[in-house]
């Protein structure tokens, strides 16, 4: 299948390969094997994927892929599971159902597979993440299933989707912002560098004040990352625990970037002849296991 990472692509290998003649001791081991070549189902034995993470579609878009199947016809097939005596349910393909049902189809051309929950889980989300254009609300969410209820960790993760692990990191830490926030990001009224930017100030209120500024005033990523970094530098002076302690503007900076790598707020301490300390602190074997990750270094 064209445009897929490693992990969607080994889930659902070209059907070329895996209707290639295997023994036994193979076919026992494949948990999606193929039951049969493509088919065509008629639209009414196909059931939605409960598993969907996309909430909703473009009408415009899947108007236009509608127009496309009736003069073209369905390019590509979806997948299926078969769930009983002429009942399935989709795995992948969700527009391309629903276009078909718009343009009038009774039929579909579908792969029929094997494959558990899990499994299931596991392909829709991937499948949507790599080849649907998702908010970063819906990425972020994906992500954290696919965590929280597939059981991986956030490299394994990154390797199944074609992402590193501070790329999906980012994502998982916009569902700690407030969720008036997290909608605005859902529906395109701020952009992922704003709010990237307002996830590294702690107090709930001042991210909502800050989220106003961008509505209301039109501030630019670069503005509220400058806004941002001012205020670090503020509660630094103002503290008088770290008065001693004072961090020139490159450490301030450095200390910036660290806590965005990392997902937690870095501490960083320098005197006047660059010697000092940085401590990243955790609270939890997970997130011991993401700096460890990020610095690239084995526990």
């Known amino acids: 299948m064209?445009?897929?990472?490693?992990g969607l692509g080994a889930l659902l290998q070209d059907s070329d390969n895996v209707n290639r003649p295997q023994n036994k001791s193979q076919q026992n081991s494949n948990p999606l094997e193929v039951i049969s070549s493509m088919s065509e189902i008629s639209l009414t034995l196909i059931e939605t994927n409960p598993y969907q993470p996309r909430t909703r579609f473009d009408e415009e878009a899947l108007q236009e892929l509608a127009d496309s199947i009736r003069t073209q016809g369905i390019i590509q097939p979806i997948t299926v599971r078969q769930i009983g005596r002429d009942q399935y349910?989709?795995?992948?393909?969700?527009?391309?159902?629903?276009?078909?049902?718009?343009?009038?189809?009774?039929?579909?051309?579908?792969?029929?597979?094997?494959?558990n929950d899990q499994q299931m889980l596991e392909m829709a989300l991937i499948e949507n993440i790599q080849r649907e254009n998702l908010n970063a609300m819906e990425i972020a969410l994906s992500y954290q299933r696919l965590i929280t209820e597939c059981s991986l960790k956030q490299e394994e993760l990154g390797e199944?989707?074609?992402?590193?692990?501070?790329?999906?990191?980012?994502?998982?830490?916009?569902?700690?912002?407030?969720?008036v926030i997290q909608a605005a990001l859902r529906d395109g009224k701020v952009s992922m560098g704003h709010a990237r930017a307002i996830i590294n100030i702690d107090d709930a209120?001042?991210?909502?004040?800050l989220f106003r500024k961008i509505l209301d005033d039109d501030w630019s990523v670069r503005k509220i990352e400058e806004t941002v970094r001012n205020l670090a530098m503020a509660a630094e002076s103002t503290n008088p625990e770290r008065r001693p302690n004072t961090i020139k503007q490159e450490f301030r900076s450095l200390q910036f970037k660290l806590s965005s790598l990392f997902g937690t707020k870095v501490s960083v301490k320098?005197?006047?002849h660059s010697k000092g300390e940085i401590k990243i602190p955790f609270t939890s074997q997970e997130e011991l296991d993401k700096i460890l990750s990020a610095l690239k270094v084995n526990a």
């Open 2 to 6: 064209i445009g897929l990472g490693r």
């Open 89 to 115: 349910q989709l795995i992948s393909g969700e527009r391309r159902l629903q276009a078909s049902k718009i343009a009038g189809l009774t039929a579909i051309p579908a792969y029929i597979r094997t494959a």
């Open 160 to 179: 199944r989707v074609g992402k590193n692990r501070t790329t999906v990191n980012n994502y998982i830490r916009l569902l700690r912002l407030p969720p």
């Open 205 to 209: 209120e001042l991210q909502l004040k």
């Open 270 to 272: 320098a005197d006047d």
